[in-house]
């Protein structure tokens, strides 16, 4: 089992559409990062949590330390929200344990 | 104003040829990393050094070296490359590392294709 998994593996939705992305972590992960990975390549660091509840304009992200998961919303999806989103843990240092990535494609 | 650059971006190279990929940040912080990214888009740790010192290695075969001049650039060197080498190699930094906050934002570079034939 790994340290960090993700589901769905990929993900399409209308333009719109509000969309979840799941992560389920191993006890000892103290902070969970969201990354976007966009079809160009480049990785930009949306959020990293270790409790409750973060926004940044459509993107929502949660974390529920009990259950070892933490969520990634995005509301009103648009084709420019196409991407491989990436949940990663890391302990209680710098080192970043990475889910396998959600493939995600918006159409219009 | 790019803040954590990488060069070069494609790096097309032969078996058992020696080649250097550098990065380099100018957000003035502590902690620098090495990612790579393989055929199936998996990302892994290699190498991180903060304030020019190794602090974590992964088990990566020691054809792979870091090196650290200061703590704004971080190179990697591979020697006698293999085909499985062929990857995308990202560069990262965030602001600082254990202590009582261990948990910071990374911020990474374009990446670095790197193709062996």
């Known amino acids: 089992k790994n340290e960090v998994e993700q589901s769905p593996q990929n993900l399409t939705a209308q333009e719109g559409e509000f969309i979840t992305i799941n992560c389920s972590y191993s006890v000892g992960i103290s902070a969970l990062h969201w990354l976007q990975q966009h079809p160009g390549g480049g990785i930009v660091s949306l959020f990293m949590?270790?409790?409750g509840k973060k926004k940044h304009g459509r993107l929502i992200a949660t974390i529920n330390i009990q259950e070892k998961h933490s969520s990634l919303h995005i509301t009103a999806s648009h084709p420019r929200d196409s991407a491989v989103y990436i949940c990663a843990g890391s302990y209680n240092t710098d080192k970043l344990i990475f889910g396998t990535g959600t493939r995600l494609q918006v159409f219009p | 104003d790019t803040a954590v650059s990488q060069t070069p971006k494609y790096l097309v190279t032969q078996m058992g040829n020696d080649k250097s990929i550098k990065c380099e940040q100018n957000l003035g912080h502590d902690t620098m990393y090495w990612y790579k990214q393989d055929s199936k888009k998996f990302l892994k740790i290699m190498f991180s050094?903060?304030?020019?010192?190794?602090?974590i290695n992964e088990t990566v075969p020691n054809r792979f070296s870091p090196k650290s001049p200061d703590k704004a650039h971080l190179n990697l060197h591979i020697n006698s490359l293999e085909l499985g080498d062929s990857a995308v190699y990202f560069c990262a930094s965030s602001p600082g590392t254990s202590g009582t906050r261990p948990h910071y934002e990374q911020y990474f570079g374009p990446g670095t294709r790197l193709t062996v034939t």
């Open positions: 050094y903060n304030n020019k010192e190794l602090i």
């Open positions: 949590l270790s409790s």
